[in-house]
């Protein structure tokens, strides 16, 4: 079997690359390393430096490698910055993404497997359920459910079969922690590490279930072998939800440092957000899930490793009208 990992020098396709390997894929990963980094990406695999938005690449490569499945994780999945970066967000979250669904479609890719996201459903009650009608409250969520509706209308259309997951606040091993826009548990090892205080959004009683990356990319790379998982859509991550404070306090504990709180300004996002599990738990037989405290745990111990990193600034924005201060410096 020969597999497109878009995104897979990435953190979750970093390791569902790996997750391929180990089950006898071929793979081929394409990532322009605008957040990733080539020595996470497997040795074993084929590796391609470049965008999805470029579709010539994207038309080579499948011509090249006839793919019998394609893994597409590439996205600048940065939802509150998203609002601020409209264009940017659409090129690269959404027609980078109709590139490759009309390349599938037209080299009859058995299965296109795509990593949408929990942005989709907005600030519906949670927990969020796969039967409720989406309705994403930023430009990233909206990108997303783009593509997952593009995705149904191939598969009508042309017979393109595909898989959705919808993860959430997924943290872990190769995570980019020097990106200061997005994933939060990055962000505060980050600026422990760094001696800088933890900068928390409003009150920080905002509540997310934060989803250990081992519990949710070996479903991702095994869903082709699902009959079930079939043109479905699947929420995927941990059930339990904790609040912002309750994270940062579990990540000092981790990592035995105690830098003080800052509280900024509150910005426009979803206060509660976490999903129900009950239709990917019985399609792929998920038992159970990693604790917040074990997976923390494990992402300390690899951050430490590793060290802390510059946090770069996005040189690209669009609308600076109501842009978080923090995020102009």
């Known amino acids: 079997m020969v597999s497109l990992v878009t995104g897979g020098a990435g953190f979750i396709g970093a390791h569902v690359t790996n997750e391929l390997i180990n089950l006898g894929h071929k793979v081929v990963v394409l990532d322009d390393l605008s957040g990733g980094f080539e020595d996470y990406v497997n040795e074993n695999a084929i590796f391609v430096e470049g965008s999805v938005t470029d579709n010539d ?28 970066i409209r264009r940017f967000n659409y090129d690269n979250n959404l ?7 009309n390349e599938s479609i037209k080299h009859k890719v058995e299965r296109f497997v795509f990593t949408s996201s929990i942005a989709v459903y907005g600030a519906l009650e949670p927990p ?3 039967d409720m009608n989406p309705q994403p409250e930023d430009p990233y969520g909206v990108a997303k459910y783009a593509v997952e509706l593009d995705l149904k209308t191939a598969h009508e259309m042309f017979g393109l079969n595909y898989t959705i997951f919808r993860p959430h606040n997924v943290y872990g091993e190769y995570q980019n922690i020097g990106d200061k826009y997005r994933n939060v548990v990055g962000i505060f090892m980050n600026q422990l590490m760094q001696g800088k205080s933890l900068s928390v959004f409003g009150d920080g009683k ?12 070996p479903y991702i790379a095994n869903c082709v072998n699902i009959p079930a998982s079939n043109n479905e859509i699947f929420n ?20 035995n440092l105690n830098q003080p709180i800052v509280h900024l300004e509150a910005r426009n996002e979803v206060v509660h957000a976490h999903a129900d599990h009950n239709k990917a738990k019985e399609v792929f037989e998920i038992n159970g899930f990693t604790s917040l405290i074990d997976g923390i745990k494990k992402m300390a ?8 990193r510059e946090s770069s600034k996005f040189e690209n924005i669009e609308i600076t009208e109501k842009l978080p201060p923090s995020w102009s410096e």
């Open 236 to 255: 995927i991550g941990a059930d339990q939800e904790y609040t912002v404070l309750e994270l940062a306090e579990s990540i000092q504990d981790a990592m």
């Open 128 to 130: 969020m359920r796969e």
């Open 95 to 101: 027609m980078g993404s109709i590139n490759l669904i």
């Open 301 to 308: 111990d690899w951050a430490e490793k590793v060290g802390s």
């Open 57 to 84: 690449l994207v038309q080579e490569l499948f011509t090249k490698y006839n793919f019998n499945y394609v893994y597409h994780l590439a996205a600048y999945a940065a939802e509150g910055l998203s609002h601020f």
């Open 206 to 217: 905002q509540t997310r279930a934060f989803s250990y990356i081992g519990d949710v990319a």
